[in-house]
């Protein structure tokens, strides 16, 4: 009898609390239609060594925060356990000054959007917490954002530099963890037309870096030198990938035993000529790129171009692009502040969400696996 009566009570309370969030979740909804003309959103980026907080007026970024994490540079990559901590010691005063930069106080906020994936498990869990935590204690609606959906969108932030792009659209996005070619079709459909099948473009630029001695991240690095530098000077393979797709571990490996090779004839040959192997390694993968991308628009006939990712920030990759424009591509290079991480663009999002009223409750979760097909 007595377990007849607790199990009736335990039943009791969780009806009672799933009745709590649909009327809680209705009401935040109900209130942020009401006010849809002006929103302000704070938004939190945590997916990897970068922690950000933008502050959102709709579509129009009133802060971008970012607090990079050097820490990682003394081992040559980004070390998951030290960048949970550092963003741990990061957030509360990168929130405060994304807030006094935008002079929003917390109670004028609409809304918190943060990064639910992918990315690094402990560094997301960090930038979760933090959100619904703030969304709770302010009692407004909180948004989960999918990091990679975020990097495309980023074209949509309202910016004099910077167009939005019509749908659909190609984006090719290249960043440190991924290298695809999304088909867009609205704000929150896409769809991967192909993909890296091992390394991404960014990793395989910090990898050559780090073989020649370069600090991490390298792309930055080997873009500035290979500014000076003869892109014919060395012949780097190309990889034969079908369709799509890409893969750019064979590069990897393949610029790797050249470099064994010839600093072995000559000790000092990468200080000699780090100026033309940068250029030339450049040269190579940003053909890999392009000559996909060339791919993509034949196959499906979409001549609007847009690029995302840290890696759209590379100087050649952007002037090849511009070049296609030549050939009636109509292209879209992010501003560069949008190119790495960041949380205006997870803004941005969130923006976008609320129109479509896509809230979420605080069961969401934080998750290191998600496609750009996904919500
Ligand atoms: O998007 P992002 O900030 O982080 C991820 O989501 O991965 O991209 C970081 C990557 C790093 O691999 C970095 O080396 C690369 O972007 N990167 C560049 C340049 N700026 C950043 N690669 C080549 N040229 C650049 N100018
Ligand atoms: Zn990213």
Avoid at 263 to 292: G, Y
């Amino acid at each position: 009898m007595f377990t007849f009566v607790l199990l009736n009570v335990i039943l009791f309370y969780f009806s009672l609390r799933n009745v709590i969030y649909s009327i809680s979740k209705n009401y935040l909804k109900t209130k942020i239609l009401q006010t849809t003309k002006e929103i302000y959103l704070l938004a939190i980026e945590s997916s990897c060594d970068d922690t950000g907080a933008a502050v959102l007026h709709n579509d129009t970024v009133l802060s971008n925060i970012i607090a990079n994490q050097d820490i990682h540079a003394e081992y040559g990559g980004v070390v998951p356990e030290l960048a949970s901590r550092a963003h741990q010691q990061n957030i509360v005063p990168v929130v405060h000054r994304a807030l006094q930069k935008a002079n929003i106080g917390k109670n004028q906020l609409s809304a918190i959007v943060f990064t639910k994936g992918p990315g690094l498990l402990g560094s997301l869990l960090v930038g979760t917490s933090f959100a619904k935590s703030m969304a709770q204690a302010l009692n407004i609606p909180l948004l989960s954002v999918n990091h990679m959906q975020a990097h495309v969108l980023a074209h949509f932030i309202n910016d004099d530099a910077q167009q939005k792009p019509e749908f659909p659209f190609l984006c090719l996005t290249i960043s440190g963890g991924h290298t695809q070619i999304v088909k867009v079709n609205s704000h929150l459909d896409m769809e991967i037309l192909g993909e890296t099948l091992d390394d991404a473009v960014g990793e395989c630029y910090d990898k050559s870096a780090k073989i020649l001695g370069l600090d991490y991240p390298g792309g930055p690095l080997i873009d500035k030198l290979a500014q000076k530098g003869n892109p014919d000077a060395f012949a780097f393979p190309k990889p034969k990938v079908d369709g799509l797709d890409f893969s750019f571990s064979g590069l990897k490996t393949s610029i790797l035993y050249f470099v064994q090779k010839e600093t072995a004839k000559n000790p000092l040959f990468i200080e000699e000529h780090i100026e033309d192997i940068c250029a030339s390694i450049q040269k190579r993968i940003v053909s890999i790129l392009m000559d996909k991308l060339e791919k993509a628009v034949k196959q499906t006939g979409i001549t609007q171009v847009a690029i995302a990712g840290g890696v759209s920030a590379n100087s050649e990759i952007r002037k090849q692009l511009k070049d296609k424009e030549n050939d009636g591509w109509t292209t879209y290079i992010p501003k560069f502040e949008y190119t790495t991480d960041n949380a205006a663009m997870i803004g941005i999002v969130g923006y976008y969400k609320l129109l479509n009223n896509d809230i979420d409750d605080v069961k969401t979760v934080a998750t290191a696996r998600l496609s750009v097909e996904d919500k």
